[in-house]
């Protein structure tokens, strides 16, 4: 979750014209400010939840924002309602990677 290919990743979908509403309402307007931002944040939270504010939040709705759009606002720094009026990737539910994924996976 640490790699820069990882952070490359989830800056490129947010910075694409996709997400551009996203990436303005957080006053990103290069691809360094996303970086440094998404540097900031913790890989998950101390007891493992990835779906809070976590870079593993963003790694997961980078992946789904690539072919759907209405995962973007799943993507910003700050809160940021989606199409359903959803806030995630800052408060969450308290979910595991074991919740979401097999070991297998």
Known sequence: MTGDGVRDNVCNVLMSDRCKETARLNDIKTKEECESKYDALPATQKDGHIDQ??????????????SNQEHCPHLSFIPQEDSKGRTK?????????SDLFLDTD
């Not at 504010?53 to 690539?66: D, P, T, V, Y």
């Open 89 to 97: 990737c800052q408060e969450g539910a308290g979910l595991l990677n």
């Open 53 to 66: 504010n976590s870079k593993g939040c963003r790694i997961l709705h980078a992946a789904f924002a690539e």
